[in-house]
């Protein structure tokens, strides 16, 4: 099958700049068929034309970066990263484009690289994505108790169970209950919001926004 | 947590069965399931049974579950060598509010509605993206009645 698949992708690719059939991928082709070229003049014009070509990759191809790398184009390499092009986009075999760089500039990038990774983790695993412990806070926490519902709660009949434990809830346990009025145990939801994301399992509201 | 839930989908799933997805668990433990499920009318897959394995941490439903297909399949979003899956509901998109049977649900939409823009298989992707549904459709037909109906 591999083989079989290689020579149809390339008759595939030589039909289509034959007929000029390329659909929407088009101007990423385009763009990256420039960066290829060695034409970073090019790049740089579609860039400003359309800011997010910068980290396409139709059909698993290299990016712009691994071509200015693998050239050891330093200033190409300098002009993508500052619109925002990615050290760790992969090749199909799964290089970054410190791996496939050219050995006159392997080393600045693979500083470059390792910086870059350095700012990532200090930013924190999850900031962005989960929610704090402040957030939590604004979130209600209460006794179950079906008759006597604190303001704002609402908890309808299919409402009596925990999604995540999928448990019924019981009197006095702890629930947690979203801006969106999905509750949960406390202990089932809370973990979730912290570690993991902030969307709201059962509708993916933000649990971060009040409406 | 992981075991208590998983019991609760078991009890539910031979409860409440869905004529399109056969679910068990593989072994004795709740971490290894396999599914059967059936290919959505009026698609290539059509009349097709396939294998999935399923396969959940001790993290369940925290973390999603791992999907993979057993039977072959030609489609943009499994890889076509080791069946791994490319569906957003089963990376970032996951809520732990989701089932194993809602995962084998979303895995027989994801047959009727291929994604081309983010091929696992790009020989498959290729031909939606060139707008060859002809060649789409009886290639995956091809490895369908192969694999899926003539090889069970």
Not at chain 1, 15 to 25: A, I, M
Not at chain 1, 137 to 146: A, E, G
Not at chain 1, 168 to 184: M, V
Request: include cysteine; glycine fraction near 6%; proline fraction near 4%.
């Amino acid at each position: 099958m591999g083989n079989f698949a290689g020579t149809c992708r390339t008759l595939m690719c030589s039909l289509q700049v034959l007929t000029g059939t390329r659909r929407d991928g088009s101007q990423q082709h385009q763009f990256l068929d420039a960066a290829k070229a060695g034409n970073f003049a090019e790049v740089r014009r579609m860039l400003e034309e359309k800011p997010d070509l910068v980290n396409c990759q139709p059909n698993g191809r290299w990016s712009a970066l691994h071509h200015a790398a693998h050239k050891g184009n330093l200033a190409a390499v300098q002009s993508l990263l500052e619109r925002g092009a990615s050290l760790t986009l992969k090749t199909r075999e799964g290089l970054t484009p410190v791996e496939v760089a050219s050995s006159s500039i392997f080393d600045h990038l693979l500083y470059l690289s390792l910086q870059a990774s350095e700012a990532e983790e200090a930013k924190g695993k999850c900031s962005k994505r989960c929610a704090s412990e402040e957030v939590l806070r604004t979130l209600t926490l209460w006794r179950f108790s079906p008759s006597n519902l604190p303001a704002g709660v609402c908890l309808s009949e299919e409402d009596s169970q925990c999604l995540i434990c999928l448990e019924d809830f019981k009197e006095e346990e702890e629930l947690r209950t979203l801006h969106c009025c999905h509750s949960f145990h406390a202990r089932c939801v809370d973990g979730w919001l912290t570690e993991k994301s902030r969307c709201c399992p059962t509708c993916r509201a933000d649990c971060a926004e009040a409406n | 947590m992981a075991r208590n839930r998983l019991n609760k989908e078991w009890q539910e799933v031979k409860r409440n069965p869905d004529p399109d997805i056969f679910l068990d668990l593989d072994g004795d433990s709740f971490e290894q399931w396999q599914a059967v499920i059936n290919g959505p009318q009026d698609s290539p897959y059509e009349g097709g049974r396939f294998d999935l394995k399923i396969i959940c941490t001790a993290n369940y439903p925290y973390a999603a579950p791992q999907v993979s297909f057993k039977t072959k399949v030609f489609h943009p979003n499994v890889n076509f060598s080791t069946g791994e899956l490319c569906v957003d509901i089963l990376k970032t998109d996951w809520s732990p509010a989701w089932t194993l049977q809602y995962v084998c649900r979303a895995v027989i939409a994801l047959l009727r509605d291929p994604n081309a823009d983010s091929p696992l298989n790009c020989d498959a992707g290729n031909l939606l993206r060139n707008g060859d549904l002809r060649g789409f459709q009886s290639m995956a037909r091809m490895y369908t009645v192969e694999h899926a109906i003539e090889g069970r």
